[in-house]
């Protein structure tokens, strides 16, 4: 990550509806993500914006749970870094859930985070379906094609870039 600032979104893009694809391209090979700008428009302002920065470019995947989730976008790659600010939770009124492939925003647990901010640069995917976690996290996309490289993912793999088409 170069030394470039970012600050958290104050709204959505003007332009957010168009905004519903991006590429991840790992050490594995490339994921095709659906993004959910309706549902959650300051989440995907935020992803877009941090992609198109080079924020992601070379962050590892810092956490691999097998048959749960592959997590990235710390810039520190222990699961406490991020850009220096959180998003307001979009879970109210979003109807996506944690299917296979969802991705979606961590953030840190309800004791110091009752309002369920979300993390300003880390998410993850789900490898399997996790209902428990519906309702608490932000889902803003979907795997569409590239499941495969999802699962074959392993701690330390790492992010070459995002791409925003």
Do not use: W
Not at 63 to 79: A, K, L, M, S, Y
Not at 117 to 142: C, E, K, M, W
């Amino acid at each position: 990550m170069a030394d470039t600032k970012y600050s958290e979104p104050k709204g959505p893009l003007p332009d957010i509806q168009k905004y519903t694809k991006a590429i991840l391209q790992t050490d594995k090979g490339t994921i095709t993500l659906e993004l959910f700008p309706k549902e959650a428009p300051i989440t995907v302002s935020n992803f877009v914006n941090l992609s198109r920065g080079g924020f992601f470019n070379n962050l590892i995947f810092h956490r691999v749970e097998p048959n749960f989730v592959i997590q990235g976008g710390d810039p520190e790659g222990t699961g406490r870094g991020g850009p220096g600010y959180t998003l307001p939770a979009e879970i109210k009124n979003n109807p996506h859930k944690h299917v296979e492939g969802a991705l979606a925003c961590a953030r840190t647990g309800d004791a110091v985070n009752p309002e369920k901010r979300s993390s300003g640069s880390q998410f993850y995917i789900t490898l399997a379906p996790t209902p428990f976690l519906d309702g608490n996290y932000t889902v803003f996309g979907r795997v569409t094609a590239g499941m495969d490289v999802v699962k074959k993912v392993v701690r330390g793999d790492k992010i070459k870039r995002i791409e925003i088409p």
